[in-house]
């Protein structure tokens, strides 16, 4: 697919189809991710695939609020989408390099959850980023470590209608030439 139609075409699909996720499609989808640029090629975004039936609903339920339980009820597949703490942004010795910290794990993280998007709707998927959840019940049901900072959840599944295009803010409010 062209790459300005993948950017007309990707919505925050809140409804799903009924329709598995092929497992070479994800692969496809995580790989794509891990071709993201990252601070110094450090590579520190982490995913946990929740693709069962038994582990998509408890995640869904023990660790999404309602509202979210409901925008990704047919949803195939859950992705926790996480970064390594201290490492982006850090000289090897642990020191921060700027006062963004590990803020530059999240940017790196956000590069990576965007290639991950688009390549899921090249693919044909759709997706929502759920920013609104319970990253301790996630850490403990995953057995993810402190080491670990926990963004979002990201369903993954077809859409079951189309979804519209909400308006953009103009250029003029979003960028300054000089």
């Not at 339920?61 to 509202?67: G, K, R, T």
């Amino acid at each position: 697919m062209e790459l300005d139609r993948l950017f007309e075409e990707r919505r925050s699909v809140r409804s799903y189809a009924e329709l598995p996720v092929a497992k070479e499609d994800l692969l496809k989808i995580l790989e794509a991710a891990k071709l993201a640029p990252s601070w110094k090629n450090s590579q520190t975004a982490r995913y946990y695939v929740a693709a069962s039936d038994e582990m998509r609903e408890k995640l869904r339920s023990e660790c999404l609020p309602a509202f979210n339980q409901n925008n990704s009820a047919n949803a195939n597949v859950l992705i926790v989408s996480a970064f390594k703490k201290g490492v982006s942004g850090f000289t090897p010795e642990g020191e921060p390099v700027n006062e963004l910290k590990d803020e530059w794990g999240a940017y790196d993280l956000g590069l990576s959850n965007a290639y991950l998007i688009l390549k899921a709707r090249d693919l044909g998927y759709d997706t929502l980023i759920m920013g609104i959840r319970d990253s301790e019940s996630i850490r403990k049901l995953l057995d993810i470590g402190d080491d670990i900072e926990i963004a979002s959840v990201i369903s993954l599944g077809k859409r079951d209608k189309e979804p519209v295009m909400k308006a953009r803010k103009p250029m003029d409010e979003t960028v300054k030439f000089f």
